[in-house]
């Protein structure tokens, strides 16, 4: 089927659709702007970009495959996104670019990922940090031993 049918079928009524003040989001896989709108849907575009958190709060960016529609299991690629910064270079941000902008997949939507690889990347290190200051508040076993 085609992308555009898809998209009427799938516009106002599928479960990834929240509809808040007017205005509609998605939920959905592969959307980089939570928006529901055709150029940012990853169910209805058969190439899609998807930038979001991982397992063990790591970034992973997933690109969807060609003509694996009726197999949804191999129908994404996930790549992990380990690298932030490198010699002053974003090194993320830069594979990011050569996987959509430079190899002509949907060049339209790598300014999206790349600022929402940021935004996450941000998160990533704000929960670092805040996991290590926990861990150097505890108390240790010597100050207890040495105050009794």
């Not at 555009?4 to 929240?18: A, D, G, M, Q, T």
């Not at 509809?19 to 998605?26: A, L, P, T, V, Y």
């Not at 397992?55 to 996104?81: E, H, M, Q």
């Not at 940021?118 to 998160?123: N, R, S, T, V």
Request: with cysteine; aromatic share 8%; charged share 25%.
């Amino acid at each position: 089927m085609s992308d555009s049918l898809v998209w009427e079928c799938l516009k106002f009524n599928n479960s990834y659709v929240i509809k808040r003040d007017g205005q509609q989001f998605s939920v959905e896989p592969n959307n980089l702007m939570n928006l529901n709108a055709f150029k940012f849907s990853g169910l209805a575009n058969t190439k899609a970009v998807g930038v979001h958190l991982g397992r063990s709060n790591a970034v992973v960016f997933t690109k969807k495959r060609r003509g694996c529609a009726t197999k949804p299991g191999c129908s994404n690629i996930k790549v992990p996104l380990v690298h932030h910064f490198q010699n002053h270079k974003c090194k993320a941000a830069n594979a990011i670019l050569s996987e959509t902008a430079k190899s002509f997949y949907r060049p339209d939507l790598s300014t999206y990922a790349v600022a929402r690889y940021h935004a996450l990347a941000k998160i990533v290190k704000a929960r670092r940090v805040k996991v290590q200051l926990k861990k150097q508040n505890r108390p240790k076993k010597a100050k207890k031993v040495a105050a009794a």
